[in-house]
């Protein structure tokens, strides 16, 4: 169990779980001596959706995991895991317990990747008669206020032009011409299929053996959710930060160089092929994007992988990653319930359980229920 600190706190500084990083600006300013923090595992936001076993295991992990880090750095931390008997379940609920403790003069949070949760807090925090402070999230390259003022100048939103934007203001693959090489997008030399042999040998993703740690939280997500979608025996996750800059020198030095060519992919049996395995410490914030794309354009530079895979690999971080992100923030909260397509049929059962004859369901859901991971093809086109 986590160590017991039950002083007046000044700043009460909340983490949530994918805010794992100890240069977020929730830490600006912390005093060791009249500060602490506050982490949470709560039932509620485990079962809002149904999520795969695996997922929940990585967030327990990695949160506990990091609450070490805090406290070897002399950070007071409480932490309510999810099966202590005080837990009441819901953030809300354990901001009122934690406040009744510590009585802070404020709460201080990075915001939010959700703006659910962002609400839930701020409603708590008013009901508390709490000063809350929500600080920008500085993981992200393009700040909320930028993309707005962005999207401000435009009728419509299309990705290849504010990727364009974000090179030039990230000054990222780009000379006193313009894009290095000439082009800004190289998706078109990104689509080659493998040959009837299929793609021959390929170095996986760096897998990371289990601690107690992360016994204990596979445990705890095996206990508390059985019938959550999903298998936890071959859990092998980074769920640290220097486990997550080990896997990005490991896509680097052996998937780089080919993930560009290859990364429209798909083969029987393969789940990762030229993929980086990489989303998952991004978005917990144990990876800096940064440093990813860093790490990929020093490779170009170094001969060590070709400009279509680096340029593909900087879209996916500094394109994609961050429009998504602006837009959600952008349309929230009518974005949640618009349905474009008009779908209101049932998630058909083989979407579960991978019980069909189409092979690239059989294998995309397959290698979801055995490994919680699907690449961006297989989520998008499968």
């Known amino acids: ?185 190289y998706d078109s030399d990104n689509r080659k299929a493998f040959g009837p042999d299929g793609p021959g040998q390929i170095k996986a993703p760096r897998s990371f053996s289990q601690d107690d740690v992360t016994g204990a939280a596979i445990d705890t997500v095996a206990r508390c959710f059985p019938d959550n979608p999903g298998k936890l025996d071959s859990f092998d996750y980074p769920v640290t930060r220097d486990q997550a800059y080990a896997a990005l020198r490991d896509f680097i030095k052996n998937r780089l160089a080919n993930f560009g060519t290859y990364q429209d992919a798909m083969v029987t049996d393969r789940p990762y092929l030229y993929h980086s395995r990489l989303s998952c410490v991004l978005n917990l914030h144990l990876l800096d994007p940064r440093d990813a794309i860093n790490a990929a354009v020093d490779a170009y530079e170094e001969g060590a992988a070709p400009l279509n895979s680096v340029e593909g690999f900087v879209r996916q971080i500094l394109g994609w990653r961050e429009f998504i992100r602006g837009i959600y923030w952008l349309k929230m909260p009518r974005y949640a319930e618009l349905n474009a397509l008009n779908a209101d049929l049932p998630m058909p059962a083989f979407m579960w359980t991978a019980e069909t004859e189409m092979n690239c369901i059989r294998q995309s859901v397959g290698q979801l229920i055995d490994h919680a991971y699907a690449h961006h093809i297989q989520r998008l086109m499968v």
């Open 1 to 185: 169990m986590a160590k017991s600190y039950e002083r007046k706190a000044r700043h009460l500084v909340v983490v949530l779980g994918d805010q794992l990083s100890d240069q977020a600006s929730a830490f600006d300013g912390f005093d060791q001596q009249s500060d602490a923090v506050l982490m949470m595992e709560v039932a509620e936001e485990a079962k809002y959706v149904p999520q795969h076993k695996m997922r929940l295991a990585l967030f327990f992990s990695a949160m506990r995991h990091f609450r070490q880090e805090l406290e070897t750095k002399g950070r007071r931390v409480h932490y309510a895991e999810l099966e202590d008997q005080n837990n009441r379940g819901s953030f809300a609920e354990e901001l009122r317990r934690w406040a009744h403790k510590t009585r802070p003069e404020k709460l201080i949070i990075t915001k939010p990747g959700d703006y659910r949760v962002e609400q839930e807090i701020r409603e708590a925090a008013k009901s508390l008669g709490c000063k809350l402070e929500v600080r920008p999230d500085r993981h992200f390259l393009c700040d909320l206020e930028e993309f707005q003022t962005y999207a401000a100048e435009r009728k419509s939103f299309l990705l290849e032009g504010f990727y364009r934007k974000m090179r030039r203001s990230c000054s990222i693959l780009i000379t006193e011409n313009g894009p290095t090489g000439g082009q800004w997008n």
